[in-house]
Structure formats: C-alpha cells, structure tokens
DNA sequence: GAGTGGTCTAGACCACGTT
DNA sequence: ACGTGGTCTAGACCACTCT
C-alpha cells in the first residue's frame, strides 16, 4: 500500500507507455496522486520531477502537468578519457607525443574560442594506440594565458587530456560529433587509407568565460560510439 | 543566510572546481554541511544527490561522500524526430519514400535484434529534405510480427519515424554513432559525391525485450551532432 | 555495531502563470 | 485571484557497508 517514490515513477510510467494517459493529456495533479497512491505529496513530486527530467512529462505551475506528445528522448554519453576507453576494451594502452610547440594563435583557433588577439597557445599532437594498433589521433591546442603551467609540462608519458583533467577540475564544454575523411596525414598516423571515412570528435572546454582547450580527435576507422537509453 | 539546494549545490560545485576539495578527498558528510549552510538535511541531499547524479562525485552509505578522481563527465544529447530537427533551423521540411517492401528478415538483422527465423519485416527507404536539399538518407526495418499494424501504413505522408513515435509511446533503444564513406547509392540520394564521410547513426529499439525496429540515418556531408554540458 | 546516505512524512510557504 | 508545482523543514526510520 505505501508506495515508494520508485512505484510510484514505475507506475505512472507504465500508465503512459501503455497509452492509459494519451500523449498531450493532462495528469491528475501531486494531491490526487499522493491520495491514489497513498504517500505524501513529496514522494509524489519526486517521482514526477524525476519523469520530466527524463522528458516524458510536461510541467508547469498553475496548468499541471501533462504527457508530453512526442516524449523527449535523450541519450547520455560518458565522455571517458582514451586510455580508459581503451583499457575499457582490453587493448594495452601506449601513448605517443608527435609533436608539440608554441604559436600565436590562429584566426580560427581565435574565433572558435574567442581569444584576444595576442594568444600564445601551446599545440599538440598525439597517438593513442590499443594493443600497438592506432586508435585516435589527437590534435590538441591549449591556451597559454590562463593555463601557462603547461608549458612546463613535457607531455611526454602522459596525455594532455589526463594532465588536463587533474590540473582543470571542472569547466564547461560544447562537444560535437561528425564524420571526415582521412587525407593523407592521417591516413599514415592511424595506418588507414586515404578517404575512409573518421569519427570526429570536437571540443572546446571553457573555465568561467576563459578559453581552456579546443581539441579534436580523430578516431581509426570502424570506430563507434554507443550507448543505451 | 538560508541556503537554497541551488546555493548548496554551486558552493559545493565551486569548492570543487577550485581545488578546495581535492579529487579523492573526503567531503563532510550531510549533517555537518547542513548546520554549515543553516538548512535542512534534506536540502543538503537533494544537492549532493544531483551532483552525484552529475558525476562529480561519489556517495556510499557508511564510506561518505568524495570528490570523483576523475570527473565522470557525460553529455545528454536529445534525439529529436528528423523533421523537428530541420525545422529548428528555419528549413522547411520535406519528406520522401523511395521504397517499402515486405521480406523475411536478413540474417545480419536477425542477428542484430535477435529475432526468430521465420520473421517478416517492413523495409523501408525514405528522404528527407530541408529546404529542398537532402538532409537524411533513412534506412528502416520494422518487425512486422511485433507491429502488423505498420503493414497497412502507406508511408507516403508520414515518416517511420513519426509513425513509430505516436504508435510504441516508449521504447529501450541502444544508439551509435559511427562515420561512413557515400557509396554511390548514398552518393546520389544525398546529392554528394562518392567517397565523402557522412555521420551515421544506428538505433535498434526494443519494447518489453521484444525487437521493433532498426534504422540506419546517413546524414549529408558536413553534418554535426552538438551539445554542451 | 555504528555511521552514513536513502527515503518518507506532514506541514508549510513561496513562485509562477493561467484565468 | 487562485491553483499548481517548487522547495524547505524537522523529524523519523531504514538499508547499506565499513570496521
């Protein structure tokens, strides 16, 4: 009889993926429920809350809450870094720096980032092999005026996306995927033919309005990205 | 004076970012943190509860609560219905059903949803456009033993996609996203030239451990998934 | 066994947006 | 103006798991 706010969700989830209440129909309101149910109204809130995080409702004060017609859905990816990807997958991770310099920033480094004009960045390029295999091929930038203790930093065992992680604790992000084909430089680091077709990952990472690090990876062919939702 | 759960979750977050509380360390536990921020518990909780749920740190009953060594970042990307997609940016939507026929299940696709020898599935091929342009090129396979119904849908107005929203309200799906080469088929519904990278992405939706569908979208050249988390 | 987070309750007040 | 969800409280009991 006392239901938890776990039946509570499970319950009314079922009511909707069976069409009892149809998409854009209107929900009794937490008072109702807590009664049907038998439990006070927080434990009703919590389940209901929980449901429009997920997209499956609708709420708004005063109009109540209601099925959403095409029910949001949404994935979630966890954005591991390589090495745990790989030893995700059994391989033997190996790192490798290919090259690494200091430069003013380029227009399109600037603008993407909106850095001022006198940028120094730090630019590196790495290999993330599994099993000795190329896995993804890095090509890093990170900017020299808020981070400039990376310019002490050799890069040469460690990736920069684990330095970052442990020097950079928190910041925001935009990511993006999208595919590209392999010229001839890449073809050559990731062992692959010219014109097969790379996942591409794209980042930028921001820290309080500052421009951190824009990176892009480009995964070996055949990579996937996959999830569950 | 009395915090909110917002102002206790980015003062929390805050003394995270800045290092104040290092990776790894031990955070004061809910009653103590409560008296810090004069609140409740219970507010507290729903704090810690969504950064938890964040991935930025980690709570075991008896062990306490610590700061993630590695912040488990993970981005949510919705998965909106092609046609709300081109429509978010202005473009007029079109679509278009190349072909549909009904066969018994290729073995890879058996294979894929683990499906029955003798299963018959719907076929589908069909276009999206924006703006007169090709957007999608959407290959679909739905399981006619599951949804017969689909059988007497004609496809010509409405997307599978669409069709199948408003039909099976909720669904398990497991989604990927991989790059692929335009063969010339794809080359030529997509209006791109053979041998470009197109983004694909790959969704096998099941109902209650029952398979519906599998479809493969190739979008045109250039196209890009984003989010920021 | 004991300390921690996980959850529920009954009540209260507030914020918002529809009417 | 008023109904709805949003949030907070103080207290309670429970479930897990570390020692």
């Given at each position: 009889?006392?239901?938890?706010?776990?039946?509570?969700?499970?319950?009314?989830?079922?009511?909707?993926?069976?069409g009892e209440w149809a998409p854009g129909g209107l929900v009794p309101n937490?008072?109702?429920?807590?009664?049907?149910?038998?439990?006070?109204?927080?434990?009703?809130?919590?389940?209901?809350?929980?449901?429009?995080?997920?997209?499956?409702?609708?709420?708004?004060?005063?109009?109540?809450?209601?099925?959403?017609?095409?029910?949001?859905?949404?994935?979630?990816?966890?954005?591991?870094?390589?090495?745990?990807?790989?030893?995700?997958?059994?391989?033997?991770?190996?790192?490798?720096?290919?090259?690494?310099?200091?430069?003013?920033?380029?227009?399109?480094?600037?603008?993407?980032?909106?850095?001022?004009?006198s940028s120094q960045v730090l630019h590196l390029i790495c290999m993330h092999?599994?099993?000795?295999?190329?896995?993804?091929?890095?090509?890093?930038?990170?900017?020299?005026?808020?981070?400039?203790?990376?310019?002490?930093?050799?890069?040469?065992?460690?990736?920069?996306?684990?330095?970052?992680?442990?020097?950079?604790?928190?910041?925001?992000?935009?990511?993006?995927?999208?595919?590209?084909?392999?010229?001839?430089?890449?073809?050559?680091?990731?062992?692959?033919?010219?014109?097969?077709?790379?996942?591409?990952?794209?980042?930028?990472?921001?820290?309080?309005g500052e421009a951190i690090t824009f990176v892009r990876q480009s995964f070996?062919?055949?990579?996937?990205?996959?999830?569950?939702?």
């Amino acid at each position: 009889m006392k239901a938890t706010f776990r039946d509570v969700k499970a319950d009314i989830m079922a009511k909707i993926t069976s069409g009892e209440w149809a998409p854009g129909g209107l929900v009794p309101n937490e008072m109702e429920l807590a009664e049907t149910y038998g439990c006070a109204r927080a434990t009703v809130n919590r389940a209901m809350r929980e449901l429009a995080d997920e997209g499956l409702i609708e709420r708004r004060r005063k109009a109540g809450t209601r099925v959403r017609m095409a029910p949001l859905r949404q994935a979630r990816f966890s954005i591991p870094i390589v090495r745990d990807e790989i030893e995700a997958q059994n391989l033997t991770y190996r790192y490798g720096l290919v090259s690494r310099n200091i430069c003013p920033a380029p227009n399109w480094l600037r603008a993407r980032l909106n850095l001022p004009e006198s940028s120094q960045v730090l630019h590196l390029i790495c290999m993330h092999y599994g099993d000795g295999a190329p896995y993804q091929f890095e090509d890093r930038w990170i900017n020299l005026t808020v981070l400039p203790q990376a310019e002490t930093a050799a890069f040469q065992d460690i990736g920069p996306n684990e330095w970052l992680v442990s020097t950079v604790p928190f910041s925001d992000a935009e990511i993006s995927f999208s595919a590209a084909v392999a010229d001839e430089n890449l073809a050559e680091y990731l062992s692959c033919k010219r014109g097969d077709a790379l996942f591409t990952v794209e980042r930028s990472t921001w820290q309080e309005g500052e421009a951190i690090t824009f990176v892009r990876q480009s995964f070996r062919p055949g990579h996937r990205m996959t999830t569950r939702y």
